[in-house]
C-alpha cells in the first residue's frame, strides 16, 4: 500500500469529525493535510444564563508524507509546536488559552513509504510535550505523535499518542 492509499483511508473519518485544509502549509513545511476539531459542552440550571460550567475542547491534526522518517523529521515537528502551533493556534497569540479552554491535542501524523530506523523509533516513542496553562485552570496542551511504516505495515506511537494506535492499525488492516 502507499502512503497516499492509506492516507485515503483515513481521509472520511478525519473528515467526519474534522473541518480539513488539504493541503496545507505549515510556515513553509508542506503537509498533506491540516484538520481542526471544536468542541464546546456546558451545563446549566433552567436558563443559558445560570451556567454552572462550560469548556472548549481542541485539537489539530497535520498530516505529512515521508520516504522514511528521520530525527531531522521529529525536531523539526518539535520546533514548529514550540514556536508556531502552540503559540499561535492554542493560545492565539496571548500568554493563557481562553477561561473556558479544557484541553488542546495537537496531533502530528507521518506517513512513511519506508521504516525508520531504530533510533529514530525510539525517539519517537519518548517524545513527550505536555503544557499546562495557569495550574490546569485554563487546560492543557498535549502533542500526539503517529508514524505510519507503509513497508513492514507498523504503527508507531509516542505515549500520548497509544489512544489512536487502534484506528491507524484499523485503517491499515481495512480490505478494499
Not at 471544536?38 to 520516504?67: G, I, P, Q
Request: aromatic share 14%.
Amino acid at each position: 500500500m502507499t502512503t497516499t492509499e492509506y492516507f485515503n483511508r483515513l481521509l472520511p473519518y478525519y473528515r467526519s469529525c474534522f473541518d480539513m485544509d488539504l493541503p496545507y502549509d505549515l510556515c513553509g513545511t508542506e503537509c498533506l493535510a491540516h484538520g481542526h476539531f471544536y468542541s464546546h459542552s456546558e451545563k446549566y440550571v433552567l436558563s443559558r444564563e445560570a451556567r454552572l460550567w462550560e469548556s472548549n475542547n481542541f485539537e489539530h491534526v497535520f498530516f505529512l508524507e515521508r520516504d522514511a522518517l528521520k530525527e531531522s523529521d521529529l525536531k523539526e515537528m518539535d520546533r514548529l509546536i514550540r514556536e508556531h502551533v502552540e503559540p499561535a493556534m492554542v493560545r492565539g497569540g496571548k500568554s493563557y488559552p481562553e477561561p473556558n479552554h479544557m484541553y488542546t491535542y495537537i496531533t502530528f501524523v507521518f506517513l512513511c513509504s519506508s521504516s525508520p530506523e531504530k533510533e529514530v523509533i525510539k525517539s519517537l516513542k519518548k517524545y513527550h510535550y505536555t503544557r499546562n496553562y495557569l495550574f490546569s485552570f485554563r487546560g492543557f496542551c498535549q502533542v500526539r505523535v503517529v508514524a505510519a511504516d507503509m513497508e513492514t505495515q507498523e504503527i508507531y506511537t509516542n505515549k500520548a499518542g497509544a489512544a489512536l494506535r487502534k484506528l491507524f492499525r484499523k485503517s491499515m488492516d481495512q480490505k478494499r
